[in-house]
Nanobody
Framework: QVQLVESGGGLVQAGGSLRLSCTAS????????MGWYRQAPGKQRERVAT?????????????SYADAAKGRYSISRDDAKNTVYLQMSSLTPEDTAAYYC????????WGQGTQVTVSS
């Protein structure tokens, strides 16, 4: 059974930083491409960052970001801990959303997410 547990969200002022964590179980984490997604109220869920498994066979750790995240977000992974991280900086109110991790493409099962609220 797949479990995805996100943490690290909170209330932060504009310009601040947060580090999100997501621990996964029930998947072969080290060879799985993982992503961070977010969903703001009234908007569709979008993927903001992606990191491939380290093996060259599955992507060699390749990283990509949505335009809104470039230069401000940094995704990383610790395969020994089955954990993927999202370091976010220079946050703006437009970053306010519930943040989720999942595989890429995503599984049907989602975690509870972690809420990020950026005040102006």
């Amino acid at each position: 059974q797949v479990q995805l547990v996100e943490s690290g969200g909170g209330l932060v002022q504009a310009g601040g930083s947060l580090r999100l964590s997501c621990t996964a179980s029930g998947i072969f984490f080290s060879v799985t491409t993982m992503g961070w997604y977010r969903q703001a109220p009234g908007k569709q869920r979008e993927r903001v960052a992606t990191i491939a498994g380290r093996s060259r066979l599955v992507g060699g750790g390749r990283i990509s970001y949505a335009d809104a995240a470039k230069g401000r977000y940094s995704i990383s992974r610790d395969d020994a801990k089955n954990t993927v991280y999202l370091q976010m900086s220079s946050l703006t109110p437009e970053d306010t959303a519930a943040y989720y991790c999942n595989t890429v493409p995503p599984l049907d099962s989602w975690g509870q997410g972690t809420q990020v609220t950026v005040s102006s």
